[in-house]
Every structure is written in C-alpha cells, then in structure tokens.
C-alpha cells in the first residue's frame, strides 16, 4: 500500500468513523484543508470507504406495501431516487441496499450457501459489500459462468464474493446461452455442471437480476445475446429474463429453444425457494413486472421510479 493510500484510509476513518471537520483532519494529519478534503473523496472514490442507511421515506414505505401485497412478496425494499434528471443512476442506489441486506443476512448468520445470478447491479453490489471473515460461506452460481464479455461475467460476481468473505465459490465452467439445444444438453450432463447443479437447490437464498429485452438491454451489450436472438424471443412473447428464463408478460415461460439453449437452473428449481430479486432502471419495468408474476421471486429490492412504473401498468396506484 503507497503512502497516499495509507493516508486517505486514515482520513477517511477520521471523518467517517471519528466525525472529525475537515480542519480537524487537516491538523491531525499535517495537511491543508484541501488536501484533506482530497484525501476523504480519494477514499469514497476507490472504494475504501462502504456504508448503509437504514429505513427509507415515508413514500417508499407505502410502495413496499402495494408491490408485497399486490405480488404476494415477503419483503421488498424500495430505494429512494437519487438520480440526475435526464440520467438512469438508479444502479448505485441498488446496489447499496442488496449489499446492506446480504451483509446483515451474512452477519447474523442466517444464511451461509448463496445462489447468485448475473448482471451489472449484482456485480455492483458486490463492490458495495465490505470485507468480512466469514470461511464458511458458499456462493454457488445459478447459471453458467462463461460470457462473451468479461464485465458480465458471472464467475467474476461470485469469485468476487468469495474473496470479499473469505468464503467459498463454485462456478459452472460453460456458457450461460449453449449454441444449440444439443450442446446445452451435452454440457448439463457433464459431472462438474451436475455437482454446481446440485449445490445450487442446496442454496437457502438466491440473489438474481432481471434483464429486460428492449434494444438497449444488458443481453445485447454484453454479447450474450445477438440482435437476431433477441429479436426472435420477443416475437416469442418475452418480456423479461430471469437466471436464464425466458418469461412472457403473464409471466409463463415462452415457448422457445432460448430456455432450452440456456444453462442454469429452471423456474421450478428456484420456486419455492428464497429468491431475492435486485433490478430497476427506466427500462425494467416490464421485465420487473413479468418476472414478479411467475410466483418465484420472494423478496425484491428496486428504486422509486421503476416501484410506480411496475405498480401503475398494473393496474395500482403508486
């Protein structure tokens, strides 16, 4: 570690953890005020310093209600906006409030063997979760583990899970969409796929994301799917994606060789289960609602604008 490095850790604890004034950090640390304030924002921009708020407004609240209710949800967590206007930030926010809720689940030891899906909020929200020492957690992964694109990747999620925990991962080494029927069928029954296949039903919580298939869905921009796949799912009815599943407005699976093509666990492996679902964003909010209808998802974490949206086309008022 630099000496730059060292020095903003300690300025960040002194203003985070100490509550010292930035002319307070300043004289204990032997710097400007401006260096001071520098060395705080180095820290909160390299991802040194990670935090939670507890409770969210009034107006979440009253979302929370309608959308556990009107889904038959267990809990479901609304974020606050807290996007530009003309920007979709909602990301961050997202990912805070996953990693606040997996850390106190880690904590208190509910939960040591976790499923994790895919996608750019579940890969945020790993960065959002501080270091624990917790070995005897297990990250397991719901799909396969190998994408065109590194940045969706879902061996990086859970490797990365591991190591902030000190816990364990299994990762399935195959494509998440085979390239035909046949080749995904070959590689489910390899031994390696079968044992992952087997620690994932294992699992007391799963974690997901949910893809939304208009044209500017993550499928597209990571590679996973190509412009013809997409395109030939949506006339198949699909709406939404959901570890793999393809799902239609109603919520049912649609009839296509995308769900047969894809590697991971089905709908029915995740029924029953715990199954938290992370996503929102301005485009989201047909998938979200889709996706809530299979029955499968237990609990849900989403942001303000995407709750009203998913609650409006419903038929609720948010």
Sequence with gaps: MDAETSLAIRAAWLAYVGNFTQEAIADRLGVSRIKAQRLVASAMQNGLVKFFVEGVPAECLLLEDSLTAT????????VPDTETPGQDNALYGLAVAAAGYLHRLLMAGSVNTIGIGHGRTLAAMVNALPRMNLADSRFVSLLGSLTRRSAANPFDVIARLAERT????????????????????????????????RLARECQLCIVGIADLTPDTHLLRSHTLTAAELESARSAGAVGELAGCF????????????????????????????????????????????????????????????AKAVLLTNGETA
């Excluded at 889904?71 to 609304?78: M, P, W």
């Design 247 to 306: 799902v239609a407005a109603d919520g049912k699976q649609i009839e296509h060789e995308i769900n047969e093509r894809a590697v991971g666990v089905t709908l029915e492996d995740l029924r029953g289960r715990d199954v938290l679902a992370v996503a929102g964003g301005r485009n989201k909010a047909d998938a979200i609602r889709a996706v809530l209808r299979t029955g499968v998802v237990t609990a849900l974490i989403v942001d303000e604008a995407t």
């Design 71 to 78: 889904f038959n949800l267990r809990r479901c967590i609304v």
């Design 166 to 197: 000190g816990g364990e991962c299994y990762f399935m080494p195959v494509p998440f969409i085979a390239d035909s029927v046949g080749d995904a069928e070959v590689l489910r029954a390899q031994r390696g796929v079968q044992d992952v296949f």
